[in-house]
């Protein structure tokens, strides 16, 4: 668990911390404030809980001032710590996909998931105890679904690709869209110069190329100012940026069709993708490929995965 609390603003009224997941600046959590109510987007993990409490104390706040918690997706880094934070919440709704309500009310399936991959033990030291949420404190949003938060709209709109229950939520008044895992990953110690380098997550066993780049499409048709990624971090996403994004989605869906069949599959995809995109960070001038390879080692490993389940599958 991480001690260390930085609160960065992004933009007027909303904040970022590290969830602490699996390392730093991994997993982001977003608190926006309007009239000293907070909605909550991304929950990380049950030891996510000491954070976000932190940074409510610095703005004056607590749990019970928490109107909204809203996981874009119930991946266990983004919602894994929702049923706790609900607990905390007195006040709060839980905002999610209809496609991902019955697995947060239920978590039974999603625990049993998780447990199959981590193991037991390994479950517990990332996520704790996966605790229910009772149906009635339940918002289902589906498809341009809107949300008056204080006189302050949020937009949710219905983004397949990543995982079929991810929605992404449009802060008209800033123009911020946060993206969850569509918009993909870029972290923010990988920069060089102001250039940042951005990579698709394809994790299992949802991962869809094609609906990906949809959604990755009618995310720019908002002209959002910034997209806020779950990891990690808020970044401007200008046209190089989203080419890039969509060429790499393009380039890691064509290694699995490529090596899918081959007995050593997983090494020969794991291998063409981390230099891939260590060519991609050489190309904007990040030069520390040790660094780098360690940075992505687990997202190319998760990647790998989901586009071997994917082309098994598809
Ligand atoms: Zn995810």
């Known amino acids: 668990m991480n001690n260390r609390l930085d609160v960065i603003n992004v933009a007027e009224g909303i904040d970022v911390i590290d969830s602490g997941y699996y390392s730093r600046d991994f997993a982001a959590i977003y608190l926006l404030r309007q009239n ?68 947060l ?46 006189g302050r709209e949020l937009k949710f709109i219905d983004t397949p690709g990543h995982a079929r229950h991810h929605f992404c939520v449009w802060d008209k008044s800033t123009k911020s869209m946060f993206t969850g895992d569509t918009f993909g990953i870029s972290y923010r ?30 995310i720019m048709e908002f002209k959002p100012e910034r997209v806020c990624l779950t990891h990690f971090s808020a970044i401007k996403p200008d046209t190089k940026v989203v080419n890039q994004l969509i060429e790499s989605v393009r380039f890691v869906s064509d290694l699995a069709i490529k090596h899918a069949d081959k007995d050593d599959a997983e090494s020969f995809i794991y291998k063409d993708m981390m230099n891939y ?36 599958n598809s």
């Open 277 to 312: 995109f260590l060519k991609g960070l050489n190309e904007i001038g990040f030069r520390n490929n040790k660094f780098a390879e360690d940075r992505l080692s687990l997202d190319v490993q998760i990647n790998t995965q989901g586009l071997i389940y994917w082309h098994k």
């Open 36 to 103: 000293n109510k907070v909605a909550i987007i991304e929950t990380g993990t049950n030891y996510s809980i000491p954070a976000i409490e932190s940074a409510l104390i610095k703005y004056g706040l607590s749990f019970s001032d928490v109107s909204y918690v809203i996981p874009t997706h119930v991946h266990l880094d983004h919602a894994g710590g929702a049923g706790e934070l609900m607990r905390r919440c007195v006040n709060a709704r839980l905002v999610v996909h209809p496609r991902g309500a019955r697995h």
């Open 189 to 218: 110690d990988l920069d060089h110069q102001g250039d940042i380098y951005i990579l698709p997550s394809t994790s299992p066993v949802q991962f869809d190329p094609e609906a990906l780049i949809q959604s990755i499409n009618r």
């Open 105 to 150: 009310i239920d978590p039974s399936k999603l625990t049993a998931g998780a447990m199959a991959v981590y193991g037991e033990k390994k479950f517990k030291e990332y996520y704790g105890e996966i605790i229910p949420i009772d149906v009635a404190r339940v918002i289902e949003a589906a498809d341009n679904f809107v949300l008056d938060f204080q």
